[in-house]
C-alpha cells in the first residue's frame, strides 16, 4: 500500500503546480509523527563563533525529544553550515524546503543570509521563524508575513548606547569601532539617530572588516583621538582582541560593547578578566556566571541541560544561552499549535504570543506578537562588566521599534 501510495503521489505532483506542491507538502509534514524544522548556521567561516547557537538548539531539541515530543511527536532538528555566505543560505534552504521537506525555517543566523532567503520562503509560504538577526527588515510583519525575528532590534540597541552616554557622559568625546557589514551598520545608525545634533561628539569612527589585520593601529589611532568613551560594534572574538589592545595601549575610557559581543566565555574571559572589567553593554537574557542566579530555578536547569546535553560548551556562553532560550520559545509555540500543524497554524501561534517569558531570560522581559507585530522581545537592561560576571544597573528599558521604518 505504501509503494501504490508513493507512485499515485508522483503522478498527482507530476501534474501540480509548484503552489499546490507547497501545499501539499505542508498537509504532510502536519500528519507526520515528526516534525522537520529547518536551519542554517555558520558551522565555518568567520562567523563560526556564533555556531553555538545552532549546536545548543540541537541539544535542547535532543533534550525535548527525550522527554517524549512536542504533543506526542519528536522533533528533527536539520541544521546545515551555510559558510555565512547568502548564495550558500539560499541553496541549502531550497534543498531544506524541496528535499527535507521541512515543516518550517527556525533561528537562522546573520542578516544577510536571511534577507537572501526571505523572499524565497514568503512566496512558498514557508515560516522563517525567530531568525537570528536583530536586523528591522526581518520583522516586518505586513511586507514579509512569513518572517519573524526573536531579539530585540540593533537599531535600537545603538539608540540605547547613545541615550546611556547622554545620559551618564554629557558632552564627553566619543571613539567608534564598527563591524563594517549590515550588522555593524544597523548598530551605528541606531547610535547615530540617538545623539541626534550631539553626533559631532564623535571625534573618529573607524570601520573594520571581519579578517581586518590592523586593529592594533585602528586602536591606536583611536586612542589618540582623545576620547573618554569607546564604543565597540563588532563580533565577541574581535571585541577580545580590542579590550586586550588598549589595556596594552594603557588606554581605560569608558567602552560600551553591544550585547552581541558582551560574551564572558569568547570576549571578557579571554581578553583579561581583568581588562574586561568596567566594560557596558545590554543584556534580555540571565548571566549563568553572576551569583544572583545561583539558587534560581531556571539557571540550575540551564545547568542541568548543559551538563547532560552539551557538556562540550561553557556555561558561560552566551550564544549557547541565546539558542537555548530561542529553542524554548519555539517549543511554547509549537504547544500552542495543539494536533494542527500546518504552516498556517504554526505562523499565526508564533504571532500570537502573550506575555510570554523564556526560563532563561531576565525577570522583565516579556514575549508578545501579533499579527502587526513580528519582534517578539522589545525590553533590554543595561549592565557592567565586575571582573566576574554583568551586574544590572538601570531601569527596564523598553526598545523602540517602528514596523516599516527598515528599508
Not at 303 to 308: G, L, R
Amino acid at each position: 500500500m505504501r509503494v501504490i501510495g508513493r507512485m499515485l503521489l508522483v503522478v498527482a505532483v507530476a501534474f501540480a503546480s509548484l503552489g499546490a506542491m507547497s501545499e501539499q507538502r505542508a498537509d504532510q509534514s502536519a500528519g507526520e509523527p515528526e516534525i522537520r524544522i529547518g536551519n542554517l548556521m555558520p558551522y565555518s567561516g568567520p562567523l563560526s563563533e556564533f555556531s553555538a547557537i545552532g549546536k545548543a538548539e540541537a541539544a535542547y531539541f535532543d533534550m525535548i525529544n527525550d522527554r517524549g515530543g512536542i504533543n506526542g511527536r519528536k522533533i528533527r532538528f536539520i541544521t546545515r553550515d551555510d559558510n555565512s555566505d547568502p548564495a550558500t543560505a539560499l541553496e541549502l534552504t531550497r534543498s531544506l524546503v524541496e528535499k527535507d521537506d521541512v515543516l518550517f525555517m527556525f533561528g537562522s543566523f546573520g542578516t544577510p543570509g536571511n534577507l537572501a532567503t526571505r523572499r524565497y520562503l514568503n512566496e512558498k509560504k514557508v515560516p522563517q521563524l525567530f531568525v537570528a538577526s536583530g536586523d528591522e527588515a526581518l520583522s516586518q510583519a505586513k511586507a514579509f508575513p512569513w518572517t519573524m525575528g526573536w531579539q530585540p532590534a540593533f537599531r535600537s540597541e545603538g539608540r540605547i548606547y547613545a541615550n546611556y552616554i547622554q545620559a551618564y557622559y554629557p558632552h564627553r568625546k566619543i571613539v567608534v569601532l564598527w563591524q563594517n557589514d549590515q550588522f555593524g551598520r544597523a548598530l551605528l545608525k541606531g547610535m547615530e539617530e540617538g545623539l541626534g545634533d550631539l553626533n559631532r561628539l564623535v571625534l573618529v569612527d573607524i570601520a573594520f572588516d571581519i579578517a581586518d589585520e590592523h586593529l592594533e593601529g585602528h586602536v591606536s589611532v583611536l586612542k589618540r583621538a582623545g576620547a573618554d568613551i569607546f564604543v565597540f560594534l563588532g563580533v565577541p572574538s574581535t571585541a577580545s582582541r580590542v579590550i586586550q589592545l588598549a589595556a596594552s595601549l594603557n588606554w581605560h575610557p569608558v567602552m560600551i560593547v553591544n550585547d552581541a559581543s558582551a560574551s564572558i566565555a569568547n570576549a571578557m574571559a579571554p581578553a583579561g578578566l581583568q581588562n574586561s572589567a568596567g566594560v557596558i553593554s545590554t543584556a534580555f537574557l540571565k548571566d549563568p556566571s553572576d551569583p544572583a542566579w545561583k539558587d534560581d530555578p531556571a539557571m540550575k536547569d540551564w545547568f542541568a541541560f548543559m551538563d547532560k546535553y552539551h557538556h562540550v560548551e561553557s556555561t558561560n556562553n552566551s550564544a549557547a544561552l541565546y539558542g537555548y532560550a530561542a529553542a524554548e520559545t519555539l517549543t511554547q509555540v509549537l504547544k500552542q499549535c495543539g494536533g494542527d500543524l500546518s504552516r498556517d497554524n504554526v505562523m499565526r501561534q508564533a504571532a500570537s504570543l502573550r506575555n510570554y517569558h523564556p526560563t532563561v531570560a531576565l525577570p522583565s522581559i516579556r514575549m508578545n506578537t501579533s499579527p502587526d507585530s513580528y519582534l517578539p522581545i522589545k525590553q533590554t537592561r543595561l549592565v557592567q562588566f565586575d571582573g566576574r560576571s554583568w551586574q544590572l544597573f538601570g531601569a527596564v528599558i523598553e526598545t523602540a521599534f517602528t514596523e516599516g521604518a527598515a528599508r
